[in-house]
């Protein structure tokens, strides 16, 4: 088992939005976040139950040389936000990837109440 760096990354990251935000300025933010830049598109919309919808961004980037040589991680290739009406809640998933892996993994969640 080798030493991984993405091992002390996988923290789920709770922000409280306070009493002057609502749940749905956190959840139109996390859904409109970096669409105007020409690098990211929606490549999936899911509605999983009756209250909760998934939405996956694909970031497109140049693979670094450290992805291809050493086996970095590549940060941010896709990003997942995950809306909840009944909870009030909206998390966001940073996706990564490893030449290594075959899928991309979770390498940070920000989840915001």
Excluded at 14 to 29: F, I
Excluded at 69 to 84: F, P
Aim: glycine fraction near 6%; hydrophobic fraction near 35%; include cysteine.
């Amino acid at each position: 088992n080798s030493f991984r760096f993405e091992t002390y990354e996988n923290v789920v990251t709770k922000h409280h939005l306070g009493s002057q935000l609502d749940w749905k300025a956190g959840a139109r933010w996390a859904f409109n976040d970096k669409l105007s830049n020409a690098n990211t598109s929606v490549c999936s919309v899911r509605q999983i139950d009756e209250d909760t919808v998934e939405i996956v961004k694909r970031r497109d980037q140049n693979l670094s040389m450290g992805f291809r040589m050493l086996g970095h991680d590549q940060q941010g290739m896709y990003e997942r936000v995950t809306i909840n009406r009944k909870e009030r809640t909206t998390a966001i998933d940073r996706m990564d990837a490893n030449w290594w892996q075959p899928q991309p993994f979770i390498g940070r969640r920000d989840l915001f109440y």
